[in-house]
């Protein structure tokens, strides 16, 4: 049509050139509904041309030093930071989340994530035992380990694929990537900046599909011995069925349903603006993100009536505008799932307090054909509930009573998921005692999402497998080797 704007098309990046693909996947603008990008619909032939690719880069790259690999990492990240607003902005209008959730939060984070691995790549030791009756010492050394193989999710596009990336390089390895092709715009523009900043060809090969064709291409290549995954525990069951044949080994970082304990001497003050926030922050589509609200009986009303006065003050609206709260779901499909699951809440008998179905959703029009919807809080639901046990991904969150301690760590741990927990009380004994008890790999007291990067990160039962962090993800991208000599 006369006047409209050419659609963007992507491009794979293998051994340091951009690649045409002769088939395409419409990628939509989730403000507006409207395709906007086209993404390479990429399969075997691409994944072998990346294994070939990173295989003849492995050799040079993983015998350069930490010291050299690190001022790469730098000037990466540094690269990455001049750009921040466009890179922001491509971010925010490929996923839906607000700008400034972009500008503040992914692309900082993207930055940080090569700065912090180039900085703990110099500060890694190794073990060392002397047996003097034996006349033997023992010690180790770590060494990359090959072709690393990184899929990641698209929630946090950019933040996720460098959280693996930049690790991944920094101990040596080379890798293909694969980003979610809902979201593969920041990845693409990440290329452009590669060999600007050192990094040799070959070192980081970034194909783009879906997961059925490159992901399975992906992680049952032979060639790739290790295989990092950012997603869904149904995907992660198929990828470690598809990597069993070849023992690879995996960090999976999967679903949560996560709670939050608010005890009757909670600060409210500081608890309530939290919960909203973590609750609904980039649409509730974070895996951290908390699905269940436990409130103690005493003050379960006032912390109801407060909190949804809070949620109702949150915009809903374009993402490009700076002053909204909430921006669009990744999709059309996943908008239905998640108003699917209020449904069914409502035929159990549930309550809705606010947002799908109670208050009014006001959007410009041209973003009435986009993915939003209103943050939203369901109440008088049982623990049985679907609501209340599978993993919705969404601005929904379930508010319920409790009352005693024992009660509701019981309750909280009744889910097949074991990824982050909020405690909230003044009384220290009370928050050691629960926070020991709680079945998450991550607990956070008094406050949500503060983050040492040089600390474990991951979940328990169906959260997860391994843990990320400077030293579990140095552990991971390497392999430890004990040698004796003997005097």
Not at 214 to 239: C, K, Q, W
Not at 283 to 301: A, D, H
Not at 419 to 448: D, E, I, M, P, Y
Request: with cysteine; hydrophobic share 40%.
């Amino acid at each position: 049509m006369a006047g409209q704007k050419p659609l963007l098309e992507l491009e794979n990046f293998i051994a340091g050139k951009f690649i045409p693909c002769n088939l395409h996947i419409d990628s939509y603008d989730p403000s507006t509904g409207e395709v906007y990008c086209k993404v390479p619909d990429s399969g075997k032939e691409e994944i072998e041309a990346a294994v070939t690719a990173a295989r003849g880069a492995f050799p040079h790259w993983s015998s350069t030093s930490p010291q050299d690999r690190s001022q790469i990492l730098n000037k990466l990240a540094d690269l990455l930071e001049q750009s921040l607003e466009d890179f922001a902005q491509a971010e925010s209008k490929d996923q839906g989340k607000t700008i400034t959730f972009a500008r503040t939060v992914d692309i900082p984070r993207a930055v940080y994530n090569f700065r912090f691995f180039a900085s703990s790549i110099l500060h890694h030791t190794t073990d060392a035992t002397q047996m003097d009756s034996m006349g033997c010492m023992h010690y180790t050394v770590r060494s990359p380990v090959g072709i690393a193989g990184l899929i990641s999710p698209w929630n946090l596009p950019l933040y996720l694929l460098t959280w693996k990336i930049a690790p991944a390089i920094a101990a040596g390895n080379t890798v293909i990537a694969k980003p979610s092709e809902m979201t593969s715009v920041t990845a693409w523009m990440l290329c452009k900046l590669l060999d600007k900043a050192g990094v040799p060809p070959g070192v980081v090969n970034i194909v783009f599909g879906t997961g059925s064709k490159v992901g399975e291409a992906l992680v049952s290549h032979p060639e790739v011995p290790l295989i990092s995954f950012t997603g869904s525990t149904l995907t992660a069951e198929r990828i470690m069925l598809k990597s069993a044949p070849h023992c690879k080994k995996l960090s999976l970082e999967l679903g949560g349903k996560n709670p939050a304990i608010i005890f009757d001497d909670a600060n409210l003050s500081e608890c309530i603006p939290t919960t909203v926030r973590s609750s609904f922050a980039n649409q509730g589509e974070i895996c951290l993100c908390t699905s269940r609200i436990f409130v103690q009986r005493r003050i379960y009303e006032e912390f109801l009536a407060r909190f949804v006065e809070a949620i109702r003050k949150w915009k809903v609206g374009p993402p490009s505008d700076p002053t909204t709260s909430m921006g669009a779901l990744i999709s059309n499909a996943h908008l239905e799932k998640v108003r699917n699951y209020i449904k069914k809440a409502c035929a159990e008998g549930a309550r809705i307090l606010c947002g799908e179905g109670v208050d009014n959703l006001n959007l410009p029009s041209k973003n009435r054909g986009g993915y939003f919807m209103l943050p939203t809080v369901i109440t008088d639901i049982k623990d049985e509930s679907c609501c209340m046990k599978e993993e919705i991904f969404g601005p929904v969150t379930c508010v319920v009573v409790f009352d005693t301690e024992e009660e509701v760590i019981e309750r909280a741990n009744d889910v097949k998921y074991g990824l982050a927990a909020a405690v909230w009380s003044n009384n220290v004994g009370r928050v050691w005692r629960v926070s020991k008890k709680l079945q998450s790999g991550l607990v956070w007291t008094n406050c949500w999402l503060i983050r040492d990067l040089n600390l474990p990160f991951g979940g328990m039962k169906a959260s997860g497998v391994g843990r990320e962090g400077a030293k579990d993800s140095y552990d991971f991208f390497t392999e430890v080797k004990t040698i004796t000599v003997k005097y």
